[in-house]
């Protein structure tokens, strides 16, 4: 059974740092790219930063670019997100998520195939 499970939410004030964490049992893990998302109250989920199988490419949403930071340890299994400078709007339930790469990078939800359940991120100003 595929299980994603993240951890290292928090509460952190305006101009802090926290790490997230996801432990993955999709395999193979490097069959998959990972993908970090998030969601506010009353928002729909969205993009935060996906990265390669290799760990050599990643992308980010422009409210995460020079912020945040993701990457993977094969080895682990594992892929994290540090995040720095945060902001009260970057209070959201954050998501791990795992796409397999048979189809093309993306940042779109719907495409990815397995789900973590979330971990509360709130960002006091």
């Known amino acids: 059974q595929v299980q994603l499970v993240e951890s290292g939410g928090g509460l952190a004030q305006a101009g802090g740092s926290l790490r997230l964490s996801c432990a993955a049992s999709?395999?193979?893990?490097?069959?998959?790219?990972m993908g970090w998302f998030r969601q506010a109250p009353g928002k729909e989920r969205e993009f935060v930063a996906v990265?390669?199988?290799?760990?050599?490419?990643?992308y980010y949403a422009e409210s995460a670019k020079g912020r945040f930071t993701i990457s993977r340890d094969n080895a682990k299994t594992t892929v994290d997100l540090q995040m720095n400078s945060l902001k009260p709007e970057d209070t959201a339930i954050y998501y791990c998520?795992?796409?397999?790469?048979?189809?093309?990078?993306?940042?779109?939800?719907?495409?990815?195939?397995?789900w973590g359940q979330g971990t509360q991120v709130t960002v006091s100003s």
């Open positions: 998520a795992a796409d397999h790469i048979s189809g093309g990078i993306s940042n779109e939800p719907d495409r990815f195939d397995f």
């Open positions: 990265i390669s199988s290799s760990g050599r490419d990643t």
């Open positions: 999709v395999r193979p893990f490097r069959s998959y790219r």
